[in-house]
């Protein structure tokens, strides 16, 4: 994109995780935040008047090189696939989300991914790589195209396919099943490979676990972040060695909040989500066969034991709305706790997650994990701070995105509502400014 014009926010109230100031004004110029303060606007500048402005939003996990429901429909030719990705990085910025965090692509993918950002409009994109499986083990067995190791001769060349792709860390896999184990996980001597390897690159390490076992077993990998919030309720001992390692938590709560569309289908007739999703990706997801094909590809994959003709009954059980309605409120009930010992959260949707998965929209499901944050028990504060100022330290960019100290890139939104009262104010952005090029979020979503 070109290189934007001046912007002036006159009389803005500055809202981010740490608080409000103002109202005060703010100078954009270069795609940077040049000054705040009492300014005065140079003669000709275009001039914005009021409101409350937050940094962009930073969604810390997304599969941005998958489409919800992908499985459920012909496969994208090349140039619809890419077509495809530009429209869900415009969403993203519709969304007021400016910056994403992609933790498990293929090289392939993730230059493909680098070549629509570079073309722009994008959010910044951040990617983890490799993403490293044990053999025999998630995620490589469910989706047979990712790579795994298993022996520390296999790290080096693995984790040199990404080193031309600017990654800013390493993804690694501990994961038994989430019906019952299935799966096995790295071997103590893995682990001690994959952490002298990745220190070597110097590549922090975000670690994939989903329950209390495999979070203490992921401990020894050191980890800069942990992928999905494990279930409540967690030992005090846990919640102990989680918040004296420092690492971070991406709690991916969207996972089950978005699997209870399947019993409130009129979510999928709301038209801020209808304005923001390819319609051929609702239509996949509106169709009830889809659903029940969903429910049993996922027991192909969690419970290959259970033979084809028991699975309807297993999903009259695992798959009622009840259960998945009992695992969010378990997965939240473990961000509380989490939240309550001090453990720095950010907010991951995990959108695009799988292709069988039909409702894990690229855009609106951020919005609805920074709900589930606060449901969970977190202020609106506390939960901007889990979209901005906490990622942008995870991911080494402090002061750079996710802020509105002056220097920052101008990555913001203009909002006509207290994000401090709600965060139902950050789904209405006046303004998305990305890089300094302010549109409404209609602008975004209609630009070529
Ligand atoms: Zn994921």
Same mark, same amino acid.
């Given at each position: 994109?070109?290189?934007?014009?001046?912007?002036?926010?006159?009389?803005?109230?500055? #809202?981010?995780?740490?608080?409000?100031?103002?109202?005060?004004?703010?100078?954009?110029?270069?795609? !940077?935040?040049?000054?705040?303060?009492?300014?005065?606007?140079?003669?000709?500048?275009?001039?914005?008047?009021?409101?409350?402005?937050?940094?962009?939003?930073?969604?810390?996990?997304?599969?941005?090189?998958?489409?919800?429901?992908?499985?459920?429909?012909?496969?994208?030719?090349?140039?619809?696939?890419?077509?495809?990705?530009?429209?869900?990085? !415009?969403?993203?910025?519709?969304?007021?989300?400016?910056?994403?965090?992609?933790?498990?692509?293929?090289?392939?993918?993730?230059?493909?991914?680098?070549?629509?950002?570079?073309?722009?409009?994008?959010?910044?994109?951040?990617?983890?790589?490799?993403?490293?499986?044990?053999?025999?083990?998630?995620?490589?067995?469910?989706?047979?195209?990712?790579?795994?190791?298993?022996? @520390?001769?296999?790290?080096?060349?693995?984790?040199?396919?990404?080193?031309?792709?600017? @990654?800013?860390?390493?993804?690694?896999?501990?994961?038994?099943?989430?019906?019952? @184990?299935?799966?096995?996980?790295?071997?103590?001597?893995?682990?001690?490979?994959?952490?002298?390897?990745?220190?070597?690159?110097?590549?922090?390490?975000?670690?994939?676990?989903?329950?209390?076992?495999?979070?203490?077993?992921?401990?020894?990998?050191?980890?800069?972040?942990?992928?999905?919030?494990? $279930?409540?309720?967690?030992?005090?001992?846990?919640?102990? !060695?989680?918040?004296?390692?420092?690492?971070?938590?991406?709690?991916?709560?969207?996972?089950?909040?978005?699997?209870?569309?399947?019993?409130?289908?009129?979510?999928?007739?709301?038209?801020?989500?209808?304005?923001?999703?390819?319609?051929?990706?609702?239509?996949?997801?509106?169709?009830?066969?889809?659903?029940?094909?969903?429910?049993?590809?996922?027991?192909?994959?969690?419970?290959? =034991?259970?033979?084809?003709?028991?699975?309807?009954?297993? =999903?009259?059980?695992?798959?009622?709305?009840?259960?998945?309605?009992?695992?969010?409120?378990?997965? $939240?009930?473990?961000?509380?706790?989490?939240?309550?010992?001090?453990?720095?959260?950010?907010?991951?949707?995990?959108?695009?997650?799988?292709?069988?998965?039909?409702?894990?929209?690229?855009?609106?499901?951020?919005?609805?994990?920074?709900?589930?944050?606060?449901?969970?028990?977190?202020?609106?504060?506390?939960?901007?701070?889990?979209?901005?100022?906490?990622?942008?330290?995870?991911?080494? !960019?402090?002061?750079? =995105?996710?802020?509105?100290?002056?220097?920052?890139?101008?990555?913001?939104?203009?909002?006509?509502?207290?994000?401090?009262?709600?965060?139902?104010?950050?789904?209405?952005?006046?303004? #998305?400014?990305?890089?300094?090029?302010?549109?409404? @979020?209609?602008?975004?979503?209609?630009?070529?």
């Amino acid at each position: 994109m070109d290189l934007p014009a001046d912007l002036f926010l006159d009389d803005v109230v500055l #809202v981010e995780g740490t608080g409000a100031r103002g109202p005060t004004d703010v100078l954009l110029r270069g795609g !940077r935040i040049a000054a705040t303060g009492d300014l005065v606007p140079e003669p000709g500048v275009t001039v914005v008047t009021g409101g409350y402005v937050t940094p962009g939003l930073i969604d810390s996990h997304v599969h941005i090189s998958m489409a919800p429901g992908a499985a459920w429909r012909p496969e994208d030719a090349p140039e619809a696939l890419a077509a495809r990705r530009a429209a869900h990085l !415009r969403s993203y910025l519709a969304c007021g989300v400016t910056s994403l965090l992609d933790p498990a692509l293929l090289p392939d993918d993730a230059r493909s991914l680098r070549a629509l950002e570079a073309a722009g409009p994008s959010p910044n994109l951040f990617f983890l790589g490799p993403a490293i499986s044990p053999t025999d083990g998630y995620v490589a067995v469910v989706i047979p195209t990712f790579p795994s190791a298993s022996a @520390p001769a296999d790290l080096p060349p693995l984790f040199d396919t990404f080193t031309a792709l600017d @990654p800013v860390g390493v993804k690694i896999t501990m994961e038994t099943g989430s019906l019952y @184990p299935i799966w096995p996980v790295h071997t103590p001597e893995m682990r001690a490979a994959l952490v002298a390897e990745s220190d070597r690159r110097g590549l922090p390490r975000y670690v994939h676990a989903m329950s209390e076992d495999m979070y203490e077993a992921g401990l020894d990998l050191k980890p800069h972040t942990f992928v999905h919030a494990p $279930q409540s309720p967690l030992s005090d001992e846990l919640l102990t !060695r989680v918040a004296a390692s420092g690492a971070y938590v991406s709690p991916t709560m969207a996972i089950a909040g978005t699997a209870l569309y399947a019993w409130h289908p009129e979510v999928l007739e709301d038209p801020w989500l209808v304005a923001r999703v390819p319609a051929d990706e609702l239509a996949t997801a509106r169709d009830p066969e889809n659903q029940d094909r969903f429910m049993h590809a996922m027991l192909d994959t969690l419970a290959p =034991i259970v033979p084809k003709f028991l699975q309807g009954l297993l =999903i009259k059980v695992a798959g009622s709305e009840g259960a998945v309605q009992s695992r969010l409120d378990d997965t $939240q009930a473990a961000v509380r706790q989490l939240h309550e010992a001090g453990v720095p959260l950010v907010v991951g949707s995990d959108s695009g997650n799988w292709p069988i998965i039909l409702y894990m929209f690229h855009g609106p499901t951020t919005h609805l994990e920074l709900e589930l944050m606060v449901s969970a028990g977190l202020t609106p504060l506390e939960a901007l701070a889990a979209a901005t100022a906490t990622p942008a330290k995870m991911l080494g !960019r402090e002061g750079e =995105i996710g802020s509105l100290q002056v220097g920052a890139v101008a990555d913001l939104l203009v909002l006509d509502a207290d994000p401090s009262q709600s965060v139902g104010a950050l789904k209405q952005p006046r303004l #998305v400014v990305r890089a300094g090029h302010a549109r409404t @979020p209609e602008q975004w979503l209609a630009t070529p």
